[in-house]
């Protein structure tokens, strides 16, 4: 069995999953939403002293399985330093104590691994990567062949939503809440421009959203209603959306242009949950013959059983690394 753990922000978790079945044994992730919740946004020192606290306490529960384990995985690229390094901090004195080998994760390849737990790999497959701090598509060729195809110039799909929900004033994470408000809001009440409309540019960007949001809030000044509340969200989750949307259909017409054939199509990270994002992605599967892939959703936000599960793959492929070697990196660099 391989412990993983994973601190990259504001979730404190802690899998145990066997090699050979894929089963996971162990699970237990503490989050501290309610924590941030009343700053509308992750205070990373906050962050960094909760993980201290929660980490030994699952860690405690997971005791039993220790004399199973064969290497123990954590997250340490791309997050917050000052959390990666309590998960880097527990995973070396683990792997010291127990005697066993360590196996460094890239946070971004568990989010597409959430996609195989419990399951074989499955490839290829053209990936959009949607969570609090990246927006990509991804094209996921093989295990050790993957490639950025579009990423974004500013915010994250995620991070729009937590920016909207603070100009609100509705708390954080801002995904959920928009997300609700948006089923009772009139979509076309606000006309919010959709971002880099040129087809050619293959690039996200959500800040120019965000301003147009701002701007109509402002508008309306102390007299935002319940309503208005709806009808913002739904127009923004509705933008934010289609301009998703646009870039993966150019990107997919532009394999079928060169004769290749985009079978499986999937979504992956916390904004992945978006129930309006993957309406709109299984409508478009349908459309051209794809197959939509999905992570069950408790495992599409942070948490350490698709750490786990990208660490069987490396266990079996023999990628450790030394603890000396092992550090933290905050940037996203590459897969
Ligand atoms: O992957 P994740 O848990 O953490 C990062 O790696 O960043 O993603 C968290 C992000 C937050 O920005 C949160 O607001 C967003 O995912 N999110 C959503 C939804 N649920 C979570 N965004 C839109 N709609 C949702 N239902
Ligand atoms: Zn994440």
Do not use: W
């Not at 996609?115 to 060729?141: W, Y």
């Not at 209603?225 to 017409?253: G, N, W």
């Not at 985009?262 to 904004?271: F, L, P, Y």
């Amino acid at each position: 069995m391989i412990l993983s753990i994973e601190s990259s922000c504001d979730d404190s978790s802690i899998a145990i999953t066997k090699i050979d079945s894929k089963e996971i044994i162990f699970h237990k992730k503490i989050s501290q939403v309610r924590e941030h919740n009343r700053y509308g946004g992750v205070v990373p020192e906050l962050a960094s002293r909760l993980n201290a606290t929660a980490l030994p306490e699952i860690l405690e529960q997971a005791k039993p399985h220790f004399k199973d384990l064969k290497a123990i995985a954590v997250t340490n690229e791309p997050g917050l330093s000052v959390t990666l390094m309590e998960g880097v901090m527990m995973a070396k004195a683990l792997a010291l104590t127990l005697e066993l080998p360590l196996i460094a994760i890239n946070h971004l390849k568990a989010h597409i691994y959430s996609l195989f737990i419990e399951k074989e790999e499955s490839f290829p497959q053209l990936t959009m990567l949607v969570s609090g701090g990246h927006t990509q598509i991804i094209d996921l060729k093989s295990y050790s062949d993957i490639e950025v195809l579009v990423n974004t110039l500013d915010d994250s799909f995620g991070e729009s939503f937590d920016k909207v929900a603070k100009m609100l004033n509705l708390g954080y994470p801002g995904g959920p809440i928009v997300q609700e408000y948006a089923k009772k809001g009139d979509p076309k009440r606000f006309n919010f421009p959709i971002p880099l409309q040129n087809p050619n540019r293959l690039a996200f960007s959500f800040s120019g959203l965000k301003n147009a949001v701002r701007v109509e809030i402002e508008k309306l000044g102390s007299r935002v209603s319940e309503q208005d509340i709806c009808d913002i969200s739904a127009s923004f989750e509705q933008i934010a959306t289609k301009h998703l949307m646009l870039k993966l259909k150019k990107v997919v017409d532009i394999k079928r242009n060169s004769n290749e054939r985009v079978k499986n199509i999937s979504v992956v990270g916390g904004a992945s949950a978006n129930l309006h994002l993957r309406e709109n992605l299984n409508t478009y599967c349908k459309e051209i013959g794809a197959k939509l892939h999905l992570a069950e959703l408790k495992y599409c936000s942070d948490n350490a059983v698709m750490v786990g599960r990208l660490a069987i793959e490396k266990f079996q492929k023999g990628e450790f690394i030394d603890s000396k070697d092992l550090t933290i990196k905050s940037k996203f660099s590459n897969f």
